[in-house]
C-alpha cells in the first residue's frame, strides 16, 4: 500500500477549522438566544416588547464579552510566537 499524498491539509488545518467553528457558533448562540429567550417570557407575561428588548440587550453585552474573550485569546497565541 502507497501512503496518501499530502495535500496540504493535515491535522493543523482541521484542528484551525475545527477551533473556527466552535467559535461562530458559540457566537451565534450568544446572539440568538437571550432574544428568543427574551421573546418566550413576553408571550408567557403578555408583555409586547419589553422583554425581547432586554433580551437583545444582555445578547448585545454577550456578543462583545465573547469578542473580546476571542480577540485576547488571538493576540496571546500571536505574541508567543
Not at 427574551?38 to 422583554?51: N, Q, S, Y
Amino acid at each position: 500500500m502507497r501512503p496518501l499524498a499530502d495535500d496540504g491539509y493535515g491535522v493543523n488545518s482541521t484542528a484551525e477549522g475545527s477551533k473556527w467553528i466552535s467559535i461562530v457558533t458559540s457566537f451565534v448562540g450568544v446572539m440568538i438566544t437571550p432574544a428568543l429567550s427574551g421573546i418566550w417570557i413576553a408571550r408567557l407575561l403578555g408583555t409586547k416588547c419589553l422583554f425581547l428588548i432586554l433580551g437583545m440587550i444582555l445578547g448585545f453585552v454577550g456578543r462583545m464579552y465573547c469578542l473580546l474573550g476571542i480577540v485576547k485569546a488571538n493576540v496571546g497565541v500571536h505574541q508567543s510566537r
